[in-house]
């Protein structure tokens, strides 16, 4: 069975760096897109980042563009998130995603609907 389980999710203050991860098993997303989305409390889930195949192409929503990094590992089926200049508004259930189809390396999903497996979330809490 397909399973993406995050981890890294803690507290951290506003200024402050934390890593994500997330372990795929079950299958190779090593052709495949994957992403982060999250949900801030009182908010609907948003988009944060992708990564397409073979890592060319990255995309950011336009609140992380130059803060957070995403980035992938093949060989451990995993996919990373490492967030810095944390802001109190990036409190958040974090999400890793993957597409079940093989992708291009030059285009990303960036849309939820977009997206076949999810995990379960991990709690970032950036306090001020």
């Known amino acids: 069975q397909v399973q993406l389980v995050e981890s890294g999710g803690r507290s951290a203050q506003v200024g402050g760096s934390l890593g994500l991860s997330c372990e795929a098993s079950g299958r190779s997303f090593n052709d495949n897109t994957m992403g982060w989305f999250r949900q801030a409390p009182g908010k609907e889930r948003e988009f944060v980042a992708a990564?397409?195949?073979?890592?060319?192409?990255?995309e950011y929503e336009d609140s992380v563009l130059g803060r957070f990094t995403i980035s992938r590992d093949n060989a451990k089926n995993m996919v990373y998130l490492q967030m810095n200049s944390l802001k109190f508004e990036d409190t958040a259930v974090y999400y890793c995603?993957?597409?079940?189809?093989?992708?291009?390396?030059?285009?990303?999903?960036?849309?939820?609907?977009?997206?076949?497996?999810w995990g379960q979330g991990t709690q970032v809490t950036v306090s001020s």
């Open positions: 990564i397409s195949r073979g890592g060319v192409r990255t």
């Open positions: 995603a993957a597409d079940s189809r093989a992708g291009s390396r030059f285009i990303v999903l960036t849309t939820e609907n977009e997206y076949d497996y």
